[in-house]
């Protein structure tokens, strides 16, 4: 009896794995804008040809196996849990706002984030940003594309309204794609409703 729940543990986790690498194709993603508002065009990010974008101007969220947040985009994602509710993938000195399920608008309690993400910026002016949104996985994909969006609009608008030249900044969207957190609890589509801001 042992024997076969042990071994049907074994095919159920390699069913799982067989699942999970099926589910990894290419989804499109909002492509980035050029300051102003997104185009809205999807295409494969990034895309098989490299016609839209290249190595050069992919934005830099870190290396796999840099868990010590110095990566060029602030965070590998091995980091530990603790490390990555605090920072996200945002660059050193930038901190991830955060969203109420299904909704872009900034929270009352993430304005301080904000003011702080500005005031680095503003003793930073060199600095140009790409304001990453993310969603959790509930929805489709298409419908989390365009939240994302709008979530990585509305926050950059924001550091607008606080004096940030907005050609400084632009916008990505990853929807689902990119989570941080892999539970299916309240939790973990908490941490992954977020916009991350990574220094280019």
């Known amino acids: 009896m042992k024997k076969r729940i042990s071994t049907l543990l074994l095919l159920t986790a390699c069913a799982g794995s067989l699942l999970l690498a099926a589910g990894c194709t290419k989804k499109p993603v909002i492509a980035p804008d050029a300051g102003g508002l997104n185009s809205g065009k999807t295409t494969s990010f990034p895309p098989a040809d490299g016609s839209e974008f290249s190595q ?9 196996d840099d868990a ?10 091995n980091a530990s849990d603790e490390y990555k509710r605090l920072h996200g993938r945002s660059s050193e000195g930038l901190s991830p706002v955060y969203f109420d399920f299904d909704q872009s608008a900034i929270r009352g309690d ?7 993400n500005a ?5 930073s002016p060199g600095t140009r940003i790409v304001v990453e949104g993310n969603t959790d996985e509930r929805g489709t994909n298409e419908y989390n594309l365009a939240l994302a969006e709008r979530r990585a609009q509305n926050a950059k608008q924001y550091l607008v309204r606080l004096g940030i030249d907005g050609s400084r900044m632009r916008t990505i969207s990853y929807g689902e794609e990119r989570p941080l957190f892999f539970g299916q609890n309240e939790d973990s589509y908490a941490q992954n409703r977020r916009a991350d801001f990574v220094a280019e």
């Not at 010590?68 to 994602?77: F, I, P, T, V, Y």
């Not at 993430?110 to 702080?116: G, S």
């Not at 005031?119 to 003793?123: A, C, E, I, R, V």
Request: aromatic share 4%.
């Open 119 to 123: 005031d680095f910026l503003k003793q």
């Open 56 to 64: 050069d101007n992919l934005p830099a969220v870190g290396s796999l």
């Open 68 to 77: 010590s947040g110095s990566g060029a985009g602030g965070l590998g994602d």
């Open 110 to 116: 993430m304005t301080d984030r904000m003011v702080m």
